[in-house]
């Protein structure tokens, strides 16, 4: 298990992350997506520390917080030393039915920080991550609340998750500006049949020094190798819970190649898409969530998996995203510095 630094930090995590959705959750989405009890998600926290995982990300609203309690109940049942694991959260999402119980408010940051670190049993949370972008709340008043929690050593590190490249690039020139916690990261979303990002995001993170975590490696198991290209063949999550979307139409050509390289390679379908995300240079760390011990071991293989030149130009031409301006016009007119 390789340890990656985590954007321009001193932060080391391992390439892959361990995700809690599926930790608890009786009602709703969180029903159809975990429903995991203490035991079951204290047997996929050793598998993951014994593989080498540092690096377990979660959020306040994953089965309204039960998702935070388990998961601080395991590291304290399985005997984990702090400075052994690195815990990421988020906050964003409605934690009550009142105005002012959701959003990345000054107000909800400072109360659900707290809170959080109440269900997971901590005394502070190694990346703090603002879970999607709030239209209502100017960036300024977000950024010096996380600000605030760094300074009062509640938080040591802050993130970003499902932002646009502007947005993100408008946090860091406030921060910058006004000399307030730097931002370190971005969870998004990107896959063999999601490369959206490769347009702004990426090209922004590496030019920022920004680290990426890909949340949804597997396309919400469409990738797993479960299904075919029409999502269809089983009878997993995607069954009651279709999402990430996902264009069908390309994406019987990307599991048809995926399957030729885990042939060649001895490998699974879903070792081939995580694998390549770990061949990418702006990916640092890959979140993989589980529902059993030799469901997160199989992913974990993926680390094992060395995709070659060849391997990897098969899966960019099925994969690729078409042209868009400016993007051509920026190919072609920069022709001359090739």
């Known amino acids: ?13 391992s390439e892959l992350c361990l995700g809690t959705m599926t930790f608890g959750g009786n009602e709703g989405m969180w029903s159809q997506i975990g429903r995991l009890g203490q035991d079951e998600a204290d047997a996929l926290v ?15 609203v994953y089965a309204g917080g039960e998702s935070e309690r388990i998961l601080g109940r395991s590291l304290q049942n399985l005997g984990v030393a702090r400075d052994d694991v690195v815990v990421a ?6 934690m009550g039915a009142g105005p002012n119980a959701r959003g990345a408010s000054r107000s909800h940051i400072l109360s659900q920080c707290k809170q959080s670190l109440q ?4 005394d502070h949370i190694d990346l703090y991550q603002i879970h999607g972008f709030d239209k209502a709340v100017p960036i300024e008043e977000t950024l010096e609340a996380l600000d605030t929690l760094v300074r009062h050593g509640h938080v040591r590190y802050l993130g970003l998750s499902n932002w646009a490249a502007w ?3 408008k946090a860091v020139g406030i921060a910058e500006m006004r000399r307030l916690a730097p931002i370190l ?6 896959t063999l049949v999601g490369r959206d990002l490769e347009r ?10 920004i680290g990426l975590m890909v949340w949804s490696p597997l396309a919400g198991g469409y990738l797993s190798g479960k299904y075919d290209g029409e999502g269809t063949g089983a009878d997993g999550r995607r ?11 390309r994406g019987g050509a990307v599991i048809a190649a995926m399957r030729e390289v885990a042939d060649a390679r001895g490998c699974t379908v879903a070792q081939v898409a995580l694998s390549w995300l770990l061949h990418q240079s702006v990916v640092t760390s890959v979140i993989i969530g589980a529902r059993r011990p030799e469901q997160l071991s199989d992913n974990i293989g993926a680390t094992k998996v060395e995709l070659s030149a060849d391997d990897l130009a098969k899966l960019d031409a099925v994969s690729r995203l078409p042209a868009e301006y400016p993007g051509w016009m920026l190919e072609r007119q920069g022709a001359y510095r090739d």
């Open 239 to 249: 069954a009651t819970f279709d999402f990430p979307p996902v264009d069908r139409t």
């Open 89 to 94: 959260t988020k906050v964003l999402g409605p």
């Open 167 to 169: 947005q993100v690039m």
């Open 185 to 190: 990261s971005l969870q998004a979303y990107y």
């Open 119 to 122: 269900r997971l049993g901590l």
């Open 46 to 60: 050793k598998t993951a520390l014994d593989a080498g995982i540092n690096f377990i990300d979660t959020a306040n």
């Open 1 to 13: 298990m390789r340890m990656r630094q985590l954007g321009h930090s001193g932060l080391f995590v």
């Open 200 to 209: 702004d995001i990426a090209p922004m993170l590496q030019s920022e020094g």
